[in-house]
């Protein structure tokens, strides 16, 4: 989710990988001031050229000269289950072990929740999406609009070979789903898509997480991004 930056305003950090799965973790990138062909979206092949950032020892980890983001195409759906399946871990103690700061996982016996959350926690939130909204930029002096919290918790519980876990859902095309679908519905209706989205369709089809640590606190991981990939056998990937 965008946070607010002294430096360089609203920002989001982003999480990619490269045609020889490589990770890469973008940052800082203030996504909602992107343009044109600067704007990407996921699946999107993407180049940028950056530095080793000074306060991020995480080897993935790029500080990103914004200015030289361009599209260079987009990932077929054929392809996908190609590039990532050969990255998938068991866990994030087997990532952390690895020497990763990300990973990608194949869950098992998912369960997504959403739980409501209380007025002062949207309150916080909400000033917190305020702030990074108004931060002044240096390069551009369009004024953003303030995003709105959703007004529910996702997590998902599942289980990898590291045992059980319960995890907050910090993708940000999560919220972004549940705005849309609310807006074209209604609360409860966007809540049951999600619910069947989740807990039915993704999981039957197929389901990958996206995990990451924190800089600061490196045992802790984070769910980052759910992604829908079929699942294969090896052999099937040559």
Known sequence: ??????????????????????????????????????????WDWVSFSYGRPKSDRR????????????????????ERV??????LLGSAKAA??????LALIRPRNTRFLSKLKTAEEISEEREV?????????????????????????????????????HYHNGDWEAHAM?????????TVDALQWMNHVFNEDYPK?????????????????QLLGVIRLDETTQSELF
Not at 59 to 78: N, T, Y
Not at 96 to 101: H, V
């Open 178 to 186: 549940f705005w849309r679908q609310s807006q074209e519905t209604s």
């Open 59 to 78: 080897v993935e980890s790029c500080h990103v000269h914004e200015e030289s983001i361009a599209i260079e195409g987009r990932l077929k759906e054929s």
């Open 205 to 221: 089809k197929g389901m990958v997480f996206a995990l990451g640590n924190m800089a600061k606190r490196p045992q802790t991981w």
């Open 82 to 87: 190609r590039l990532l399946t050969p990255m």
């Open 96 to 101: 952390a072990q690895n020497g990763q700061s």
């Open 1 to 42: 989710m965008p946070q607010p930056s002294k430096k360089y305003g609203e920002t989001v950090c982003c999480a990619g990988v490269t045609a020889d799965r490589r990770w890469k973790r973008l940052f800082p990138v203030r996504f909602r001031r992107l343009k044109g062909d600067n704007s990407f979206s996921r």
């Open 129 to 165: 999406f305020r702030l990074a909204a108004r931060q002044p930029d240096m390069l551009d002096d369009e004024e953003l609009a303030e995003l709105e919290p959703t007004p529910y918790k996702f997590s998902f519980r599942f289980e990898d070979e590291d045992g059980a876990h």
